[in-house]
C-alpha cells in the first residue's frame, strides 16, 4: 500500500513534518508512505491537509480536519473546504466536536483520531505535591489575532497574584505575553523555541498546562501533557473536552475570568483536595491517551476500509 500525504502548496509546516516523520517510523508492514506537493498518480490512496487548495479530489482520496471549522479566519473559512470534504471517502477528524460539525452538514463519514504524544520522549511525571508557587505553563506561538486566548490569560493572570503563581512561557513571539506577566509582578521563564528532546523536562517545571485558546484543532499540546501526567486546564476547545475529565484529571474553564479564576485559585490552596485529585487523575490519564503509533495504527485501519470499500 502507497499512501500518498499531499501538502497542496511549498509553504512548510513544521507540525506536518513531525506528523509524517510517525508515520514513517510507525507504518505497518509492507506499507509505503510518500510526501508532495501535488497527488503522485501511483499512489494506491491520496491523504489530503489542505484540501481548500485542490479543485478537486479524485477517487480514494481521505482527508483530515486540521482546524476549528468554526473560525472565522479567512484561510479557513468553512466555505472553502466544504466541496472537498463532500468529495472525499472519508474524513478524519481530530475531536468529536468538529466531527459533529460535519454531521450537522451531512458530512458523516468521518473517523475521530486526536494526535497523540511521543512515548519515547514524554515520560510520568514523579508523584510529587504542588508547591507554591503554583508554576502555568503556556505552550503555543503567539497569534497577532489572538486565537489563543490572550485576553483571557491576561484577565486570569490578573485575578491571580504573583505569590501563588508563576509561568513558564515556551513558543514563538511569547516575549510579548512575558513583558506584560513581568509587569503584573509575575516571575515568568520564556523560551522562544525549545527542542523537542526538552519537552519532557519543560512539562515536569511546570504543575498545570494552560490552554486559553478561543479556537482549535487540536491543540497538541493537551496529549503531550497528559501523556506526561501534567493536569490540564483549558477551555472547551478541539479535542480539550474529549480528553479532559473536568474536575478529575484537568478543568475546564467558561471563559468567564471571575468564575475561572476562582477555579485556579483552588490550586493554591495546599488543604483544598483538588489538587490531589487532578494530580492523580493525570496520571491515570495517561493509559487512556493515545501515543502516535496508536495514531498511526488508527489512521491505517481507516485506510484499509477505504481501499476496501473502493476495490
Not at 489542505?50 to 482546524?67: C, I, N, S
Request: with cysteine; aromatic share 10%; glycine share 6%.
Amino acid at each position: 500500500m502507497l499512501v500518498n500525504h499531499v501538502l497542496s502548496s511549498e509553504a512548510r509546516s513544521g507540525i506536518f513534518d513531525a506528523i509524517f516523520a510517525y508515520f514513517q517510523r510507525f507504518k505497518p508492514p509492507g506499507a509505503r508512505i510518500s510526501v508532495s506537493t501535488v497527488p503522485l498518480p501511483d499512489a494506491d490512496l491520496h491523504h489530503f491537509h489542505r484540501p481548500h487548495l485542490e479543485q478537486g479530489l479524485g477517487d480514494r482520496a481521505v482527508v483530515t480536519v486540521h482546524h476549528d471549522p468554526r473560525d472565522p479566519d479567512p484561510w479557513v473559512l468553512w466555505d472553502r473546504f466544504a466541496p472537498r470534504y463532500a468529495e472525499a471517502r472519508h474524513i478524519i477528524c481530530l475531536n468529536r466536536g468538529q466531527q459533529r460539525f460535519l454531521a450537522e452538514r451531512s458530512l458523516g463519514q468521518s473517523t475521530v483520531i486526536p494526535h497523540g504524544y511521543n512515548a519515547d520522549v514524554l515520560t510520568p511525571r514523579p508523584a510529587a505535591r504542588p508547591v507554591l508557587p503554583i508554576t502555568l505553563g503556556v505552550v503555543s506561538k503567539f497569534y497577532e489575532r489572538r486565537v489563543k486566548g490572550e485576553a483571557l490569560l491576561m484577565e486570569l493572570a490578573r485575578r491571580l497574584h504573583p505569590d501563588s503563581f508563576r509561568w513558564i512561557l515556551v513558543g514563538e513571539n511569547r516575549l510579548v505575553t512575558a513583558e506584560e506577566l513581568a509587569g503584573l509582578g509575575y516571575e515568568v521563564k520564556l523560551f522562544d523555541h525549545l527542542p523537542y528532546r526538552l519537552f519532557d523536562r519543560l512539562y515536569h517545571s511546570m504543575d498545570y498546562l494552560l490552554v486559553c485558546s478561543t479556537f482549535e484543532g487540536g491543540p497538541a499540546n493537551i496529549p503531550e501533557a497528559l501523556g506526561s501526567c501534567t493536569p490540564v486546564i483549558s477551555t472547551p476547545v478541539g479535542f480539550a473536552p474529549d480528553l479532559i475529565d473536568d474536575d478529575v484529571n484537568g478543568l475546564l474553564l467558561t471563559g468567564d475570568p471571575e468564575i475561572d479564576a476562582a477555579r485556579i485559585w483552588r490550586l493554591a490552596d495546599p488543604s483544598d483536595p483538588l489538587r490531589e485529585t487532578l494530580a492523580e487523575g493525570a496520571r491515570s490519564a495517561r493509559d487512556g491517551t493515545p501515543t502516535w503509533r496508536d495514531v498511526v495504527e488508527r489512521h491505517f485501519e481507516v485506510y484499509r476500509s477505504v481501499l476496501e470499500a473502493a476495490s
